[in-house]
């Protein structure tokens, strides 16, 4: 399996607008964050999960080339609000992509981009999509999906456990609490991603202590934070970080 980090920040993404901290003008490119989003290449399916507002972007900078499956792991717009360029990859490929996620996700997809749903007219683009709402695990060819409800701001929201090529990856990037069920289906993987903040709590996301703390509980091969704030400094907080846990950067690419 081969993982691309596309996007590591928050919602706001680093820097911040109109903020003027350190880390937000640092030339460190560590420190530029796009919206969270990764891309997993394994048994030849390449799979996104979330289409945020720089999906564009994360796209053309990273050079992703195919997308057979799209996966949501919630309705909130910094996860979802690029999703309409996903129409290039339906033209590039000439195929319909499966598209991901809980029932109450696929039900806000469906609002968010009713037109997906109309007959395409000629010479105009549109997603040529397929909204499949799901609660169980299923198979992406021969990547296995587990869908995870975890808790994250009082609406439905999936983490993922992918494994393929004998390999298993889980990427929770939204999430306040895990319940005993879902860390069990994350512990001891290959490579794990979860929500990290910022140092401050806060009410919807697990802080960069906590993550650390679950982390180390659930002893992935590789761990990593993601989801962060303008409060993390790329090279302080990975300084900091206990052995065999990692700060990702956009377009880190790790072999899992
Ligand atoms: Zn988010
Ligand atoms: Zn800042
Ligand atoms: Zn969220």
């Not at 395409?120 to 997603?127: I, K, R």
């Not at 709402?133 to 439905?156: C, D, K, M, N, Y």
Request: hydrophobic share 40%; proline share 7%.
């Amino acid at each position: 399996m081969k993982l691309t980090f596309l996007g590591t920040g928050t919602s706001s993404g680093v820097p911040v607008i109109g903020c003027l901290c350190a880390v937000c003008r640092s030339h460190d490119p560590h420190n530029k964050r796009r919206r969270a989003s990764i891309y997993i290449q394994a048994t030849g399916q390449h799979i996104i999960i979330d289409t945020p507002p720089d999906f564009r972007d994360q796209v053309l900078t990273f050079g992703m080339r195919r997308v057979d499956a799209v996966l949501i792991t919630h309705a909130h717009a910094d996860h979802v609000f690029g999703f309409d360029d996903i129409r290039r990859f339906n033209e590039v490929q000439d195929t319909v992509i499966p598209v991901y996620g809980s029932p109450a996700t696929m039900a806000a997809m469906n609002h968010f981009f009713p037109y997906v749903h109309q007959v395409a007219q000629p010479g105009l683009s549109c997603p040529r999509v397929d909204f499949q709402a799901v609660a169980a695990p299923f198979a992406i060819g021969p990547v296995r999906i587990e869908p995870l409800p975890v808790e994250h701001a009082g609406i439905e929201t999936y983490g993922y456990r992918l494994e393929a090529d004998g390999r298993t990856l889980g990427y929770v990037p939204d999430c306040h609490r895990l319940s005993a069920a879902v860390a069990q289906r994350l512990r001891g993987l290959d490579c794990l991603i979860l929500d990290g903040l910022r140092r401050k709590p806060h009410p919807t996301h697990f802080t960069l202590d906590q993550s650390v703390a679950e982390l180390k509980r659930l002893s992935a091969r590789r761990s990593f934070i993601t989801h962060m704030t303008h409060d993390l400094d790329y090279e302080t907080t990975a300084q900091a970080l206990p052995a065999g846990i990692e700060i990702p950067y956009d377009g880190l690419i790790v072999e899992v």
